[in-house]
């Protein structure tokens, strides 16, 4: 698996260095046509490294401890106001390109891709996430308000592969803007030969539609609300256990299907199958699928598919509280969101190592009573003091083992049916970085 992961970086970092050299493919991501004409001490590739390394102490501190470290590949320290003027430059979008391309390079290089009866198992979600609170990105993002005023707050969404915990896609937006209509858009980017899981707030006949006719059909299971539809809420009182339900679209459906250049009237059903699943409180959820084989896919068998839902959920909390997502470097909002995507990129990185590690740490464990898994928290203090040299070193492989090596040494149980009551709290408005009770800063 290290050699995979060899490759996998070696393409990644080139890719940035050939754009850096490419003067019309930089200029896709810059603010200005002009930027970067000019040799520098901090150009297109050293930025990018920098905003790569996860800036989670203050700029100052970061700044050297990254020079410190990249001393070998004969960098020339800069100074804190230098490094704000050149990122500046650079466009966000940039940071969203190279998490989805390393997204890509991970199925391209990787040969062991953890699938579910021959399929990945991908998951869409939303969360939202406080920013740094200034006029310019409140009146972008817009945020929340209170009887004291408003304040910056910003949603987003993440497409993540669960098995293999992977990151694919992430869109920051206005605290506003739908996450349906992401999902809408984000259709033709989940990965074929995949079954996507959806929680309660996105069944809509406009998403079972695209779904269905994509160029290629995507399987899917989504939770609904009981109430979603008349067929729904009178399958929900019915002591059926599974049923095929017809829905029809409304005229919003029939107009925002016209965008995606999809012609429907109301009278074009969809028929989808239908299933109760009993929780462990005793209440029952409704499951819509369009995967109607059931001996491949029985009702328990798509029970436990749908649980694996939770992963995503277990990630976003570790990405705001362990990478410390909502902690910028900046204030402005170009700034913001290179620091937004480049966390995902380190988390992803992060966690191919520890997949490196964990395939050790399954031979040391086999004869113990539970099974094991890499402690994210301690595992990415050690990540976080190497980050800037698995960019530069010319030793990766040799970086890589020994990051596998402390990786294999923060192990900790896997206690099956552990359970923690979720208790909802009403988080504080003011803060730049906000955690959980039992969080430790790592970084």
């Known amino acids: 698996m290290v050699n995979a992961n060899v490759a996998l970086l070696k393409e990644f970092i080139s890719t940035i260095k050939c ?18 004409s000019r040799k520098r001490k901090l150009d297109f590739s050293t930025v990018t490294f920098l905003v790569l390394n996860m800036l989670k102490k203050s700029l100052n501190t970061e700044l050297q401890y990254f020079f410190e470290q ?17 990122r500046k430059k650079i466009n966000s979008e940039w940071f969203r390109f190279l998490l989805e391309y390393i997204a890509r390079l991970f199925y391209e290089q990787t040969t062991l891709v953890k699938q579910w009866k021959g399929y990945k198992i991908i998951s869409i979600d939303g969360s939202a ?11 972008h993002y817009k945020g929340g308000n209170n009887q004291f005023g408003g304040y910056a707050l910003a949603r987003y969404m993440k497409m993540y592969d669960v098995l293999n915990g992977i990151t694919l ?3 920051l937006m206005p605290f506003d803007g739908s996450e349906r209509l992401i999902s809408y858009n984000w259709v033709d980017a989940i990965p074929d030969n995949s079954i996507t899981l959806f929680d309660r707030g996105f069944p809509a006949y406009t998403l079972f539609f695209l779904m269905n006719n994509s160029e290629v059909e995507k399987p899917f299971v989504m939770r609904c609300k009981k109430d979603f539809t008349k067929a729904v809420e009178k399958f929900a009182a019915s002591e059926l256990n599974e049923d095929v339900l017809s829905f029809y679209p409304d005229d919003r459906a029939v107009s925002m299907l016209r965008t995606y250049h999809a012609i429907v009237n109301r009278t074009m059903v969809i028929r989808l199958r239908a299933i109760k699943i009993l929780l462990a409180d005793g209440s029952t959820e409704i499951l819509l699928t369009n ?33 410390q997502l909502e902690n910028f470097s900046s204030h402005t909002r170009n700034s913001i969101e290179q620091d937004f995507y480049a966390t995902f990129i380190a988390a992803n990185i992060h966690h191919l190592i520890a997949r490196q590690a964990n395939k050790a740490v399954q031979q040391k464990i086999k004869n113990r009573k539970y099974q094991y898994q890499i402690n994210t928290s301690a595992s990415l203090a050690v990540f976080k003091k190497n980050l800037a040299k698995l960019y530069y070193t010319k030793k990766l492989k040799a970086l890589l083992l020994h990051l596998q090596n402390v990786f294999e040494e923060f192990i900790e149980p896997i206690r099956p049916g552990r359970k923690v009551v979720r208790i909802k709290r009403t988080r504080r408005r003011y803060g ?5 009770i039992n969080y430790r800063n790592n970084l």
């Open 129 to 139: 996430a406080f920013l740094v609170d200034n006029k310019e990105v409140q009146e």
């Open 70 to 86: 990249t001393v070998q590949a004969g960098l020339q320290p800069c100074s804190k106001s230098a490094f704000c003027q050149q």
């Open 19 to 36: 754009v850096c050299m490419e003067r019309e493919l930089k200029q896709t991501f810059l603010n200005a046509p002009n930027d970067f």
């Open 291 to 323: 995967l109607f084989d059931k001996k491949s896919f029985s009702n328990k068998q798509l029970a436990q598919l749908y649980r694996m839902r939770w992963m995503i959920e277990t990630d976003i909390g570790k990405e705001k509280n362990l990478f």
């Open 169 to 171: 896609k992430t869109q």
């Open 432 to 436: 730049k970085h906000q955690t959980q």
